[in-house]
């Protein structure tokens, strides 16, 4: 669960509001948070540094020091101290929070769920929102495969006071929502600029060549000529552009996103302009959410309006005119939505009994407005506020009202049947396998069940599994299979130790995934179990008097016989087989374009095989 640091002060007082009947004590808050889902954590004293290129915040403990580059800009702060801007003390709660609710991570929603569960403003929250003023125009090449992010909404907030912790609040809250919404930048990322640097009403959504404009990315100096950077250079030299250029691999052409005179706005999801940077002294500023997911890029903006909204409530929201070849609309549109949730089987999947006038408090005591009642009493018309992106069904608002009650206010009962449960023999033999590896003298580790066709194959000079597990729709180009084999997790932690003195001896027992036909989810797991050794003199003698002991202790035989295998070195490799000549693994000397690929310059040897199979014998 994310753990975000939130400033004492600032949460206190956007939840006491001036005039509330109720003052809520720290004390209080701290004792129920849990029962909202939230958990402090600690509270931390931290020290405040900004930098002065970008205005990024830094929260420091006394243990991390000073910040010595700037995570946003790049800006080295030990060869230019004079960027580095001390703010003072600050203290923090570090609150875990729930991942899916993004409305809560800044201090602003934070503030208005603990005013509406303890009952100072329950219901519907409300915002008033401008008629538009201004168009953005976006062009039909951003729907195509060449150049696609497609989809964008849009705000200007109007009447803007900003002061540090605001502007720090703001920064973290962009980062925040491309985490917990935008996966990372891929399905949304959010850009804020100062409006009164921009002209005119008209704005240009379009895709622009990698070398069709040179712009000036935020962080660096406006008036150095060198500062001025084409898309494609800012893909290749800019730290963020090298962080997210994934992201707009394989296109020909780059989101882009301009004012009538051709001043850029952004390049999305990569980088802001310096032109249009937000400092305290804008009064007015443009916000724009662009994405794959039109839901997932209409919610980003609605927490961003709201959240800001309970930040600064004099501010004012103008909607935005989308000019789309699909169409014309306005955003954003915080218009509820509209639920149906029965009372009984809310009562009966809580446990406990329920009126429809107790239902309906709970639910608005969640930030939730209730129309009404259906003519039998028997349902509830529910409005979902704009910024719930994790209420998509009815069971959503049944764990809302279980909040609100109180899980600790639930009736303990015993379940009505008891099963005496066992362990399984695989993970009984796991168990086994494993003291007998620490006995040898290995050390366990744990390594990602994810990987990609790279580490798993092309590392290790053989051809792709045709019985690989492969991810549709990958969250990143690290992840995109199921692991076969956990000889790759091992040498990737040897690569990371290499540091460590010599010899290293390392296993690892786990599931490999593989395609079958016959399982119910057309793919099943295997246990397997491998072992590396890593030192200037091991060798094939080495991994063998391992598998020897291993089997020995095990109380199982199997027939050791030489084989050529491509990731082993000829003549230093062999094959583990059954008594029906079925292969249960192999072993061997690792070939050193293998240990090329990881950096190592010392012999390794490793041994891997199936558990599963092995005990069969």
């Avoid at 939130?6 to 004590?25: F, Q, W």
């Avoid at 955003?331 to 406990?352: C, F, K, N, S, W």
């Avoid at 939730?368 to 529910?382: I, N, W, Y």
């Avoid at 909040?403 to 379940?415: F, K, Q, R, S, T």
Wanted: contains cysteine; glycine residues 6%; aromatic residues 6%.
């Amino acid at each position: 669960m994310p753990i975000v640091d939130t400033p004492l002060d600032v949460l206190m007082r956007y939840i006491n509001l001036p005039g509330a009947e109720r003052k809520i004590s720290e004390q209080e808050l701290t004792a129920t948070l849990p029962q909202m889902g939230c958990h402090i954590e600690e509270f931390a004293d931290t020290h405040q540094y900004t930098c002065q290129r970008c205005d990024k915040i830094f929260d420091r403990t006394e243990a991390q020091g000073v910040p010595l580059n700037c995570t946003q800009c790049g800006t080295d702060f030990r060869q230019a101290p004079e960027l580095l801007g001390d703010l003072g003390p600050n203290r923090v709660a570090r609150i875990e929070l729930l991942p899916v609710r993004a409305d809560i991570f800044d201090p602003g929603g934070m503030a208005r769920y603990v005013r509406s569960y303890f009952g100072l403003q329950t219901g519907l929250a409300e915002y008033a929102l401008s008629a538009p003023k201004i168009t953005v125009q976006v062009a039909p090449n951003l729907a195509q495969e060449t150049s696609l992010r497609p989809y964008i909404a849009c705000a200007v907030f109007r009447n803007v006071r900003l002061d540090h912790s605001q502007i720090k609040m703001l920064m973290n809250l962009q980062e925040d929502l491309h985490w917990a919404l935008g996966r990372d930048r891929k399905l949304a990322s959010i850009g804020v600029y100062d409006l009164d640097t921009l002209a005119g009403t008209t704005f240009q959504y379009g895709a622009v060549a990698p070398d069709g404009l040179k712009f000036v990315p935020l962080g660096f100096d406006p008036n150095d000529a060198a500062s001025a950077h084409t898309p494609g250079q800012i893909l290749e030299r800019h730290k963020t552009g090298q962080a997210y250029a994934h992201l707009l691999s394989g296109f020909s052409a780059y989101p882009l996103l301009q004012d009538e005179r051709g001043t850029v706005l952004s390049m999305p999801p990569i980088i802001n302009s310096e032109a249009t940077r937000v400092t305290m002294r804008s009064r007015q500023l443009f916000c724009d959410v662009t994405g794959l997911s039109q839901r997932v890029v209409d919610r980003t903006l609605n927490v961003m309006v709201t959240s800001l909204k309970e930040i600064m409530p004099a501010m004012e929201v103008e909607r935005v005119i989308i000019a789309a070849p699909d169409g014309r609309r306005e955003t954003p549109d915080l218009t509820p939505t509209a639920m149906t949730l029965g009372i009984q089987e809310t009562a009966r999947t809580i446990g406990v009994t329920l009126e429809g006038s107790t239902l309906q408090s709970l639910l608005e005591r969640m930030g939730h407005g209730v129309a009404g009642f259906d003519k039998d009493r028997t349902e509830l018309k529910v409005l979902v506020p704009a910024y719930r992106s994790d209420v998509m069904h009815p069971v959503d608002l049944i764990e809302d009202a279980a909040i609100a009650y109180g899980y600790d206010n639930l009736p303990p009962e015993l379940v009505p049947t008891f099963t005496v449960g066992a362990p399984r023999a695989i993970e009984e033999h796991s168990a086994t396998a494993r003291r007998v590896l620490v006995g040898l003298g290995f050390q366990q580790v744990m390594t990602l069940v994810l990987t990609n066709e790279s580490a798993a194959f092309a590392k290790w000079r053989i051809p792709p599994d045709p019985r690989s597990v492969l991810i549709d729709n990958p969250i990143s180009t690290e992840q995109t299979m199921c692991r076969v084999s956990l000889r790759p997790g091992l040498l990737e932690t040897l690569a990371i130790n290499k540091q460590y003195d010599l010899p290293q001896s390392i296993f690892e027992l786990g599931d490999c995934c593989f395609l079958d036909a016959e399982a119910e989810t057309g793919a099943s797991e295997e246990r397997y179990v491998a072992a590396a050794l890593i030192g200037t003199h091991v060798g094939y003698a080495d991994i063998r008097a391992v598998a020897d002991a291993f089997a020995h202790e095990l109380g199982v035989t199997c027939a050791i016989e030489p084989i050529e295998y491509p990731s082993y070195i000829p003549g230093r490799a062999a094959g583990l087989f059954d008594a029906k000549n079925h292969r249960l693994g192999t072993m061997g000397e690792v070939h050193p374009e293998v240990l090329e690929h990881y950096g190592l310059k010392h012999p390794v040897a490793v041994l891997e095989l199936s558990l599963a199979k092995l005990l069969e014998v």
